[in-house]
């Protein structure tokens, strides 16, 4: 799965964002730890990236660029352990 925003268009800048590859995540589950039930979780296993990029402009489209953000992040897997139930 791949996430691409069309870009967006306002009065002073522009801009496109978008996600690569795409998201997975895996988990595993225990029913009965001491008497609850314990979740492994690990997210992002494809190593997902997310990209933006934004021109801003002096006055208006129209006119000179002021300034460019680019950025491009790698946010490295996600593990989550969670237990519930009650003793």
Known sequence: EK?????????????????TPGYAYAF???KDVFGL???LAVGNLLNQ??????????????GPVA???DRNRRFGPIAIFE????L
């Open 3 to 19: 996430f691409e925003r069309n870009p967006y268009y306002q009065l002073g800048e522009s801009g496109v964002e978008a996600s």
């Open 28 to 30: 595993v589950e225990h």
């Open 37 to 39: 039930t314990a979740t």
């Open 49 to 62: 990236k997310d990209n933006f990029r934004r021109e801003i402009y002096e006055t208006n489209r129209l």
């Open 67 to 69: 300034s460019i953000e």
């Open 83 to 86: 237990l519930r139930g009650t």
